[in-house]
Each structure stands twice: as structure tokens, then as C-alpha cells.
């Protein structure tokens, strides 16, 4: 009977590691695979800076590389730069991992807006928010060349990793790491 009651114990227990697992979001249960580099090709449109950045090891994120895509991603018409939210360059990875486009630059329309700037584009119709995630670092708007637009949209609805915005008469999908949402 003792032994009943342990191999029932050991098949609870595992199946309720199980169905653990099964529940964590997405974000949690990818921390869980093996961590690896991650590489960003990024040109930046209105610049025409390009920037090919290893900014996370597999272990931790490469302070150098991040001082370096927080200038591509810089307020170029006030000359501003603001530290951008890494969490914003793991979804690009990832986005780009699921798209199988890593191999593809990234075209940057528009990363860090300072409060000035993003007034000065805000008309009525444009679609820049009044309290935009530009501001602060955390969102991008962007495509990236021979994809299509609606796919890029898709995949990053997909990751339910932020909000995503499409912009398909500007040519651009905006991510950010803000609450999932979408327009």
C-alpha cells in the first residue's frame, strides 16, 4: 500500500509541474529555453546609420551595445538620447526569430521622440499620441524591407508582448512595451 501511495505521490507531483508550466505566459515559459545571443541588424532611415549589435551575450545584456542602439534610436532632429527600454529590442528579436528575418536589416523610422518633437509631429490625423511611448523609450516604429507589412502586424499580435500599431499608408508597424494592445 506504501508503495501505491508514493508512485501516486510522484505522479501528482509531476503532473502538477506539468500543468504549471502549461499556464506560464509565453514571455515566462521562453525565459525558461536556453538563453543565446542576440544580434540586431538596424538601419536608421532618416540617418542612414546602420548598426549590427550582438546587445545580449546569452547571459546578460552588453551595456557598450545598448549605449550604442539607444544613439541609432536618438532624437536626430532635437539631438537627444534617451536610454531605450531593452525589453523593446528582446521583442524585435523575437519578432524577427518568429518572422525568420534576422538575417534582414531592420528599417528604423522613428525610435526616441523627445516631448518637443513628438508635439511639434502631433496634427490632428497624424496618429502621434499625445503621451506616446516614443517619449520615454519604449516603442519603435519600423518594417523591414521584402517583408510585408500585414505579416510583421501578424507576428507581433502574435507575441501579445506590447502594444502594435499599423500603419500601412506610412509604411511601418509600430511595437512598444507598454500593455498589450493594438490599433
Same mark, same amino acid.
Given at each position: 500500500?506504501?508503495?501505491i501511495d508514493k508512485h501516486r505521490?510522484?505522479?501528482? *507531483?509531476?503532473?502538477?509541474?506539468?500543468?504549471?508550466?502549461?499556464?506560464?505566459?509565453?514571455?515566462?515559459?521562453?525565459?525558461?529555453?536556453?538563453?543565446?545571443?542576440?544580434?540586431?541588424?538596424?538601419?536608421?532611415?532618416?540617418?542612414?546609420?546602420?548598426?549590427?549589435?550582438?546587445?545580449?551575450?546569452?547571459?546578460?545584456?552588453?551595456?557598450?551595445?545598448? *549605449?550604442?542602439?539607444? $544613439?541609432?534610436?536618438?532624437?536626430?532632429?532635437?539631438?537627444? +538620447?534617451?536610454?531605450?527600454?531593452?525589453?523593446?529590442?528582446? $521583442?524585435?528579436?523575437?519578432?524577427?526569430?518568429?518572422?525568420?528575418?534576422?538575417?534582414?536589416? +531592420?528599417?528604423? +523610422?522613428?525610435?526616441?521622440?523627445?516631448?518637443?518633437?513628438?508635439?511639434?509631429?502631433?496634427?490632428?490625423?497624424?496618429?502621434?499620441?499625445?503621451?506616446?511611448?516614443?517619449?520615454?523609450?519604449?516603442?519603435?516604429?519600423?518594417?523591414?524591407?521584402?517583408?510585408?507589412?500585414?505579416?510583421?502586424?501578424?507576428? *507581433?499580435?502574435?507575441?501579445?508582448?506590447?502594444?502594435?500599431?499599423?500603419?500601412?499608408?506610412?509604411?511601418?508597424?509600430?511595437?512598444?512595451?507598454?500593455?498589450?494592445?493594438?490599433?
Open positions: 500500500m506504501d508503495q505521490r510522484k505522479w501528482l *507531483a509531476l503532473g502538477t509541474a506539468a500543468m504549471g508550466i502549461a499556464l506560464l505566459p509565453g514571455r515566462a515559459f521562453a525565459m525558461l529555453s536556453t538563453p543565446r545571443p542576440r544580434i540586431l541588424v538596424i538601419n536608421n532611415l532618416h540617418t542612414g546609420e546602420t548598426l549590427k549589435t550582438e546587445f545580449f551575450d546569452g547571459k546578460r545584456y552588453n551595456k557598450d551595445e545598448l *549605449a550604442r542602439l539607444n $544613439h541609432l534610436f536618438r532624437d536626430y532632429r532635437a539631438g537627444k +538620447v534617451k536610454n531605450i527600454d531593452p525589453q523593446l529590442f528582446d $521583442h524585435l528579436y523575437r519578432l524577427q526569430v518568429m518572422l525568420g528575418t534576422h538575417n534582414k536589416p +531592420v528599417q528604423l +523610422v522613428s525610435g526616441y521622440r523627445s516631448l518637443a518633437t513628438n508635439e511639434s509631429l502631433r496634427e490632428p490625423g497624424s496618429g502621434v499620441a499625445k503621451h506616446s511611448y516614443h517619449t520615454q523609450g519604449k516603442a519603435m516604429d519600423f518594417h523591414i524591407q521584402g517583408v510585408d507589412l500585414a505579416h510583421i502586424r501578424k507576428a *507581433a499580435l502574435k507575441m501579445r508582448m506590447g502594444g502594435v500599431g499599423y500603419y500601412p499608408q506610412s509604411d511601418f508597424v509600430h511595437i512598444d512595451t507598454g500593455p498589450a494592445r493594438t490599433w
